[in-house]
């Protein structure tokens, strides 16, 4: 029964991203009732988000699998409860700081709610329910955006009334995560055979009461029992599940041969790299674009349409996803020259995001930005998932978003954190676009030496 969970999960996801008050997070901090400095916001509260988000990825990963998803997905909703609390409460350097860590738990638990749904439903829906839960959160966002937009521009709504709505949004979808089913497998700590899982449903079901239908292969399948010969005390069923105990090492042993076998191809080695670097990229523009159309146009000066942008972008990003996926071509000959074209305009749009000091023109490159990382990065996913199981697949998502923040933590510290060098907005955008456009030069390199030997077998092979 996957509609229950799958329409659940989908109303939970809407009502998370259902947040109008995100669009506008840099004004209302630099409002004078929070007393922030334009220098604490970004320096030195910011920074924190990418360092929790480091923190707690990893552990959260395999918390996630081992607690079976519904309990991270909980402290997700509760965590951003947290967060928004405090938005609207808390004063001080400390607080906001502690309300970042915050919102960098419910970052990292995000893992919980794009892989709960691969335990509860058949590997033939696997597709459709992904679509279906990843349409809800882009929907949640768009209205999201554009409700917050239309408040502020139209309706003369405060800031402080938009976070009031982003709470109790957020506190729906914690009221509806409770009416999650609890998963019975998971990936890697509670990997169930199917048909044990399938006899262990059928006893499930029968002591609820249900009628099964038994399947022919079952009753010839070995260890099958009837449900009479099922002790009433539940012991031969406590029994096995001690033989079944998690082994942590043997679980990280499996992790880590997965790991050295998927990154062993040169074609999924390139695309994950891309993926690592680009998304570490990707995390400090959308995180300190804000700031810099403020200091572009501050918002107690001239109306601001951040959630208009906000929602342009991700609508925009979604047709070209879509278009993307229709596209016939020879990504293994011409990925590597495409990324090093796409991540090249990816870097002047930043570049004239920086420079030209046109707010119009920042959103216009800002949307720019946006769309070409949302195709690229949909066609590194094609690539990395076409040979790969769900539970590879994961592991391989979990170690590329891991690069990327550790490389984005780096980047934090070099370059933003008042502890380091703590840059201008202006300045750190100069050095995000110098990083992508080094990123075109690396990739180009190697796509060319990729086409080159490539055309020199198909010589080899005609001669």
Request: proline letters at 3%.
């Amino acid at each position: 029964c996957w509609a229950l969970p799958t329409l659940l999960l989908c109303a939970y996801g809407f009502f998370c991203s259902v947040r109008p008050s995100e669009p506008f997070l840099t004004p209302y901090l630099l409002e004078p009732h929070k007393n922030l400095s334009e220098t604490q916001v970004f320096n030195e509260i910011y920074p924190v988000w990418t360092y929790s988000y480091l923190a707690l990825l990893f552990p959260v990963f395999l918390a996630t699998d081992y607690l079976r998803y519904k309990p991270v997905v909980l402290l997700q909703g509760l965590s951003l409860i947290v967060t928004w609390f405090m938005l609207l409460y808390a004063q001080g350097l400390r607080a906001i700081q502690f309300l970042e860590f915050f919102y960098g738990m419910g970052t990292a638990t995000d893992i919980a709610y794009y892989s709960y749904i691969y335990s509860v439903v058949d590997i033939n829906l696997y597709q459709k329910v992904t679509s279906y839960c990843r349409s809800a959160t882009l929907v949640g966002y768009t209205v999201g955006s554009v409700s917050g937009q239309v408040l502020v521009s139209v309706a003369g709504w405060s800031l402080f009334s938009l976070n009031v709505i982003s709470l109790t949004s957020i506190s729906i979808a914690f009221g509806t995560a409770w009416f999650l089913p609890m998963p019975q497998k998971s990936l890697f700590f509670h990997h169930v055979p199917n048909q044990q899982l399938s006899w262990e449903m059928k006893v499930m079901d029968c002591k609820n009461g249900s009628a099964v239908q038994d399947h022919p292969s079952m009753q010839r399948a070995p260890g099958w029992e009837d449900e009479t010969k099922v002790p009433l005390n539940g012991e031969g069923q406590s029994a096995e599940k001690q033989e079944r105990k998690v082994d942590i090492v043997k679980v990280l042993k499996d992790l880590w041969q997965d790991f050295l076998q998927c990154y062993s191809s040169r074609t999924m080695l390139c695309w994950s790299v891309w993926w690592a670097l680009s998304t570490c990229g990707y995390f400090q523009v959308i995180n300190y674009a804000q700031g810099l159309w403020e200091m572009v146009l501050p918002s107690r000066s001239m109306e601001i349409y951040n959630g208009a942008v906000e929602a342009a972008s991700t609508l925009l990003g979604a047709v070209a996803v879509f278009v993307v996926g229709h596209i016939k071509t020879s990504w293994a000959m011409w990925g590597e020259v495409a990324l090093a074209l796409f991540s090249f305009l990816i870097a002047a749009a930043v570049y004239i995001m920086d420079t030209v000091r046109n707010i119009w023109v920042c959103y216009a490159s800002y949307v720019v930005f946006r769309i070409i990382y949302m195709l690229l990065i949909t066609i590194a996913t094609f690539q990395i998932a076409t040979n790969l199981s769900v539970e590879r697949y994961a592991l391989v998502f979990g170690v590329n978003t891991f690069i990327a923040l550790v490389l984005q933590t780096l980047l934090t510290l070099i370059v933003v954190d008042a502890s380091g060098l703590g840059l201008d907005i202006f300045t750190q955008f100069m050095i995000y676009a110098s990083y992508f456009a080094a990123i075109s030069v690396v990739f180009l390199g190697s796509g060319i030496y990729s086409i080159i030997r490539a055309y020199r077998r198909q010589e080899q092979s005609r001669s």
